[in-house]
């Protein structure tokens, strides 16, 4: 697996990576413990200060990690990976331990505990904003507090998830509309 | 602009439609006022209710429209209609009436007032469901009563913005890490 080197990004403008609805990987951290999940409920909810709204159902190993730390990193994987994401999203973290069983590399954050996975194209560091609907509706809101972004390619080739075992793999990439948009709306 | 012929879709399962993060049209209505707006912030949050977080910011016409009304129409457009998309996030309902503007064709629902956009590949009947993030966030809960999708193609081309004037066109679609999953967990 490759790993993408990588560079600081604003994190006014991480909706450039969430807003296409990429599947992502959330990685998190608490006491001794570290875990993987896959996601694809989430929304871009706030420039700045950089806030993502992430369902993580209470049924999943992280969610205890992701509430107890109030932390984690939302890691962008690219169709390379695609069947690693899908296996990570098909076992348990309180009987795996996601980054040996399918070698992936843990990396230091520079805000947070939670390790960010290198083999991913992006990786957001992510504070805890607001836990006000993680009973009502398992939403957690979040602030992405550091972002780290490839340098090359310019833009990821993203897998998108449909249910079913269905994904679209993401497409061509285009500005041929922008002469339509007011400047103060791009 | 084609018109999709159009059948009714399991609501429990349009995740099949937004989870991928397409560029979505709303449509609303209230007293003698409609509206369209294009959202890019929204998230499926449960399957059964059908619930959907939508983010649409109070400085959007179509804002009030929807708070009063309490329902809109999430439309899917297609890339045949992405000039149309755009042009209609880059003017106001408070001076344009955008379905006679864009010479799109407003349908009537079952379920709600908001009008239909035939020319959508999708379309999603929604009652607010949850305003209590409203003011702190313009988030809006929906829940999805009614379901029209399109009975051809099978799976819509759809555009996914990244700010900026760009977009990402829906690709590939593939079922091959398919056999992956858990049963449970498609």
Request: charged share 20%; aromatic share 10%.
């Amino acid at each position: 697996m490759s790993r993408y080197q990588k560079t600081d990004f604003p994190t006014h403008d991480i909706r450039r990576f969430l807003e296409p609805g990429p599947i992502v990987l959330v990685s998190s951290a608490h006491g001794d413990q570290t875990n993987i999940m896959t996601m694809g409920w989430h929304m871009v909810m706030e420039f700045s200060p950089s806030l993502v709204g992430c369902l993580i159902s209470s049924g999943n190993h992280s969610f205890e990690l992701v509430r107890s730390s109030k932390q984690c990193v939302i890691n962008i994987p690219t169709v390379d990976i695609a069947e690693t994401v899908v296996k990570i999203g098909n076992c348990s973290g309180s009987s795996v331990d996601k980054f040996t069983e399918f070698g992936l590399t843990p990396k230091p954050g520079t805000h947070v505990r939670a390790p960010l996975i290198d083999e991913c194209y992006a990786n957001f560091e992510c504070e805890l904003s607001d836990a006000g609907w993680v009973n009502k509706y398992n939403v957690f809101v979040f602030e992405v507090v550091k972002a780290h972004v490839a340098t090359s390619p310019k833009l990821p080739k993203t897998i998108h998830y449909r249910g079913d075992g269905e994904f679209m793999i993401s497409g061509t990439e285009t500005r041929k509309w922008r002469r339509f948009f007011r400047p103060g709306m791009l």
